[in-house]
C-alpha cells in the first residue's frame, strides 16, 4: 500500500496536470484536451476524498 504523503503527492499531480490540460485545451479549442483535464482533475479529487 502507499503512504499518505504519496497519496496526496499523487492526488496534487492528476489536479495540476488537469487543469493545465483544461486550460491549454480551452486555449486551442480543443474539447477533447479539455475532456481529459476535467478527467484527470476529477480523479486527483476522488484520490484526495479517500486518501
Do not use: F, L, P, Y
Not at 9 to 36: I, L, P
Request: charge should be positive; charged fraction near 35%.
Amino acid at each position: 500500500m502507499s503512504n499518505h504523503k504519496s497519496d496526496k503527492m499523487k492526488s496534487a499531480v492528476n489536479k495540476a496536470k488537469g487543469e493545465v490540460k483544461d486550460q491549454v485545451g480551452n486555449a486551442k479549442n480543443d474539447s477533447t484536451m479539455q475532456a481529459e483535464g476535467k478527467k484527470d482533475k476529477a480523479k486527483g479529487k476522488t484520490q484526495d476524498a479517500v486518501s
